[in-house]
């Protein structure tokens, strides 16, 4: 079953904007990751915040995590083209186990 | 390091037939996952494995899926007989412990006519 749910479900920007997604959950976590796939590509992890963590940054991602709303997001800066992918957060519960959201597709245009 | 290595990259079969995916997880991550991705249901996890042994399956949809760890560095995943509404992609993630990151496959594209 999905716990994450992303929102918007999909994201069109102009090459440079800024593209924000949003992340949320319904029970406790250890931790939420954040994944990006290509078109028929695997996935590949972004970014982990834990949950005594409110927020991260990796180059151009910075990742928020708000416990009491259960959100977390998912900022990308200073679009590019190679961007273009979905995007999936993913909880991490007491079972260890991950629990995917269904993804924000975005599409950035050149 | 390789990444984490699956075959084949396609399947297609008949319905009925007998369907095996193949992993070979990172060296030395200790933990190995099975996903399925559809459209429909999106990223589901069937099943994973600590150290070879099988710790969770209850995302296995029915007993003609079944899944092996023979040793450190291979799992299988098993359907027989295949079905139409198995197709789907199948991917493979290993890790290196409860609460790390997962490295994903490419993924296994199976069609079943």
């Known amino acids: 079953s999905q716990q994450g749910e992303e929102d918007p479900q999909a994201l069109s920007i102009q090459e440079g904007e800024n593209a924000t997604m949003n992340c949320s959950y319904k029970t406790s976590i250890n931790n939420l990751q954040w994944y990006r796939q290509n078109s028929g590509r695997g996935l590949v992890h972004l970014i982990l915040i834990r949950s005594n963590e409110r927020e991260k940054h990796s180059g151009r991602l910075r990742v928020t995590l708000d416990t009491s709303k259960k959100s977390s997001s998912l900022l990308i800066t200073a679009s590019r083209a190679a961007d273009t992918a979905s995007y999936f957060c993913?909880?991490?519960?007491?079972?260890?186990?991950?629990?995917f959201g269904a993804g924000t597709t975005v599409t950035v245009r050149a | 390091d390789a990444g984490v290595i699956q075959s084949p990259r396609h399947e297609v079969t008949e319905m009925g037939q007998e369907v095996t995916l193949r992993c070979k997880p990172i060296?030395?991550?200790?933990?190995l996952f099975w996903y399925r991705q559809t459209m429909m249901r999106g990223l589901e996890l069937l099943i994973y494995?600590?150290?070879?042994?099988?710790?969770?399956d209850s995302g296995m949809p029915e007993d003609r899926f079944s899944a092996k760890m023979p040793n450190a560095s291979f799992s299988t995943l098993k359907i027989q007989p295949s079905e139409p509404r198995d197709s789907a992609v199948y991917f493979c993630?290993?890790?290196?412990?409860?609460?790390?990151?997962?490295?994903f496959g490419p993924g296994t594209r199976l069609t079943v006519l």
């Open positions: 494995f600590n150290n070879n042994v099988p710790i969770d």
């Open positions: 060296s030395g991550h200790d933990y």
């Open positions: 993630a290993s890790s290196p412990g409860q609460g790390h990151e997962q490295f």
């Open positions: 993913a909880t991490d519960s007491n079972d260890y186990k991950l629990s």
